[in-house]
């Protein structure tokens, strides 16, 4: 080790030190400041779940087992009111819970959804139409698939793209991760068009397909159907390639928010009257994707950040708190700490 680096050690120590401080006096003001609110306006807090069922790997951490998502359900029913997404709230007068699922996979309708008619507990399902009666899987389940695979790749990937464009090392599975990780992240705010493309330069450099495995894939139309029919649950739209919002144009937005309602609406034969967000953080939509919700007659719109729900808050950005694979001890410890989160 040089002078220079065990100068600069404790400098980066005590900025970490800083830094832990200020977030953690940020927590505690927030909890505070959430506790006086909730004593004025009982609280809802929204849950969001993607999947229910065992997979070999879960790189995105969606997926919650059968057996721990029993577990948080019987909990969650004993414990408070589970109401609806889509019913007025307005008559409630103690803290409750909605439960949410995203983007429509198939495990929703087969492993979830019996669980929840057998519990009898009400859940609403924002379902990706892109993809639905085809074995087409998400554009991250085709990046897992070429990138984080067994066998042998090139020793270098060179995305061609005038803006991200550059070239990654690929020799080993930690060095595929990180391409992984980087071009998931870059994949947020390119158009599903340019996607598509990048996609397809992975595919011939990698000298696979990008096909993956049928456990990945969307409801069919039947399975979407079933789940309509089902007095425990409910339909949601939730774009149609499943981009996100803000890396698109109005034009582009319209289609993929008024398309998807239309999409399930012809299939239901039901009126669609809810939506969350792609990503659903902040920064995945903007002030034209709000505006087009209101315009596409959708009711109320989920988002995907931590927060609970007041009378006052904005209904077509409402903060769902995400749930991953807890045993029922760290689910119960976090639902404890949502309250105020
Ligand atoms: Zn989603």
């Excluded at 158009?191 to 996609?199: A, G, I, Q, Y």
């Excluded at 998807?260 to 902040?282: C, D, H, M, N, W």
């Excluded at 995945?284 to 994707?289: A, E, F, H, K, L």
Aim: hydrophobic share 35%; proline share 4%.
């Amino acid at each position: 080790m040089d002078i220079l680096q065990s100068q600069e050690l404790p400098v980066i120590n005590s900025a970490r030190t800083v830094y832990r401080f200020i977030r953690g006096a940020y927590r505690k003001i927030r909890a505070i400041k959430n506790h006086f609110l909730n004593l004025i306006d009982s609280p809802i807090i929204l849950l969001v779940y993607h999947r229910v069922t065992d997979l070999p790997s879960d790189p995105e951490m969606l997926a919650v087992s059968p057996g721990n998502f029993r577990r948080h359900i019987e909990f969650l029913k004993q414990q408070f009111p589970v109401v609806r997404f889509e019913e007025d709230w307005s008559h409630l007068k103690e803290p409750a819970v909605v439960i949410t699922f995203d983007d429509g996979y198939a495990d929703n309708v087969l492993e979830a959804l019996p669980i929840l008619e057998e519990v009898g507990v009400p859940a609403t399902f924002f379902v990706s139409t892109g993809h639905i009666g085809t074995s087409k899987e998400f554009w991250w389940h085709r990046l897992e698939a070429m990138l984080l695979r067994d066998g042998e790749f090139p020793s270098g990937f060179t995305l061609d793209d005038a803006r991200y464009g550059r070239v990654w090392d690929t020799d080993t599975f930690d060095q595929r991760k990180v391409l992984y990780n980087t071009l998931s992240g870059f994949m947020l705010k390119i158009t599903p068009e340019r996607r598509e493309d990048w996609l397809n330069q992975l595919k011939k450099w990698s000298g696979s397909g990008d096909e993956g495995k049928n456990i990945h894939r969307s409801m069919s139309h039947e399975e979407i159907k079933r789940l309509a029919a089902s007095p425990w649950a409910t339909i949601g739209a939730h774009t149609v390639t499943h981009s996100a919002l803000s890396a698109l144009s109005e034009e582009q937005q319209r289609k993929e928010i008024f398309t998807s309602k239309q999409v399930l609406e012809k299939i239901t034969g039901a009126e669609i009257t809810t939506f969350s967000y792609p990503f659903g953080r902040r920064v995945d939509y903007n002030r034209t994707s709000v505006r087009l919700c209101r315009k596409a007659k959708f009711r109320k719109a989920a988002s995907n950040f931590p927060g609970q729900v007041h009378r006052w808050t904005d209904h077509y950005q409402l903060p769902r708190h995400l749930v991953r694979n807890w045993d029922i001890d760290t689910f119960t410890d976090q639902i404890q700490s949502f309250w105020t989160r």
